[in-house]
């Protein structure tokens, strides 16, 4: 099979897989924390040529589960209001608890309901449940990861 083939294969997997192509969440990471790539990749506990060829669609999946784990953590924790808001030192903070962390994945966890949970109860403070779903309904075309966390925000699960 062509080189542009097996890309375009793995990153239709991905889209299965991940919901979207890793490129694009990765770049997400990138920017929200403005650090480089390679930096990226040794928080995750994967090599940066690794992360390269995953983001490129080179290679399909994240083979290690605690790599995926750490990247969903760190996309959670783009959500807390100290790091949204830029602050320089609870980004750094957020990026070395990560690197730090240990998730044990298994069938039956993803190591990052406590952050979901801060983040949810966090939303809940600042908004009314009817205008968190009003609000999720405004989002579902065009951002539906952030319309379903205040859909959940707001019915308080």
């Excluded at 999946?61 to 990247?71: D, H, Q």
């Excluded at 449940?129 to 319309?147: Q, Y």
Aim: charged share 30%; proline share 4%.
């Amino acid at each position: 099979m062509e080189d542009h083939k097996i890309v375009q294969r793995n990153i239709a997997l991905q889209r299965e897989w991940y919901g979207e192509p890793l490129g694009d969440r990765v770049r997400r990471l990138v920017v929200a924390f403005d650090v480089s790539q390679a930096f990226l990749a040794e928080v995750l506990g994967i090599s940066a040529p690794m992360l390269s060829q995953v983001m490129s669609g080179r290679r399909a999946k994240i083979g290690n589960p605690v790599v995926l784990a750490r990247m969903i953590m760190l996309e959670r924790k783009i959500l807390v209001p100290e790091v949204a808001a830029g602050n320089r030192d609870a980004m750094l903070a957020a990026l070395e608890d990560v690197r730090d962390s240990r998730p044990t994945v298994g069938r039956d966890n993803i190591p990052v309901v406590s952050e979901d949970r801060k983040v949810l109860a966090y939303i809940r403070d600042v908004a009314e449940d009817e205008d968190l779903v009003e609000a999720a309904k405004r989002l579902d075309d065009e951002f539906p990861a952030i319309a379903d966390l205040l859909r959940r925000a707001g019915h308080g699960s």
